[in-house]
């Protein structure tokens, strides 16, 4: 099973504000993904991401949000103006050939 | 996203009991199905996927496709207290876009 990690572990922004939440994979992985969880609720599909494209990406994905690898290694989501509803727990997963492991995400929090 | 949905449980079972949970998919089309298991407040682990009608075992765990009825089942032989958990069913299209459901919670009783 693949190791990464996430950064931070919490963030805490006002609504309005920017906020980059990055995935550090250990090993070399092809395809990325985030997910975000609201309390109590299911996980939801944001976006895939593979050989520096977006793959897939839901109805929740939309312009506010943007997905990139900047150096190679981080992979990250950008919020560019953050809503209240935004506040979730967000997972970055790894994958290719039918595997996908979650990191221990990155709990956001927008007041 | 297509929906997916879950017995909503709670389930509770004995100690070396099997623990049967259950899955519906409403996109006929999806191919890719996968089991996690989610303690409170960590992140899902992925247990088993599955892709072919039929059934894939895995240790303790059993993963059962029906394609044509469009349900996907988890078997938990000889359940532990460490089994005690939230489990969430999977599916997709692909791999690459999938939708969970809510989650069946299973607690196992010593």
């Known amino acids: 099973e693949p190791e990464v990690t996430q950064t931070p572990s919490h963030q805490v922004t006002q609504m309005g504000q920017e906020v980059i939440l990055r995935c550090v994979p250990i090993s070399n992985h092809l395809y990325f993904y985030w997910y975000r969880q609201i309390l109590g609720q299911k996980v939801e599909f944001l976006v895939s991401f593979y050989n520096n494209e977006i793959s897939e990406k839901s109805e929740i994905f939309d312009d506010q949000f943007s997905v990139e690898r900047p150096d190679g290694s981080n992979f990250t989501l950008k919020i560019r103006s953050t809503k209240l509803e935004d506040s979730a727990m967000y997972f970055c997963a790894l994958g290719g050939g039918h595997e996908q492991y979650f990191g221990p995400g990155t709990r956001l929090t927008v007041t | 996203q297509k929906e997916v949905e879950q017995n909503s449980g709670p389930l509770s079972v004995p100690e070396g009991a099997i623990a049967s949970l259950n899955c519906t998919y409403s996109d006929r089309g999806s191919q890719s199905f996968f089991w996690y298991r989610q303690y409170s407040g960590k992140s899902p682990e992925l247990i088993m996927f599955?892709?072919?009608?039929g059934d894939k075992e895995d240790g303790r765990f059993t993963a059962q496709l029906n394609k044509a009825s469009q349900y996907v089942s988890l078997l938990i032989r000889d359940s532990q207290p460490s089994d005690s958990a939230t489990y969430l069913c999977a599916g997709g299209p692909n791999d690459y876009k999938l939708s969970f459901g809510a989650g069946t919670t299973v607690t196992v009783r010593a």
């Open positions: 599955i892709y072919s009608n």
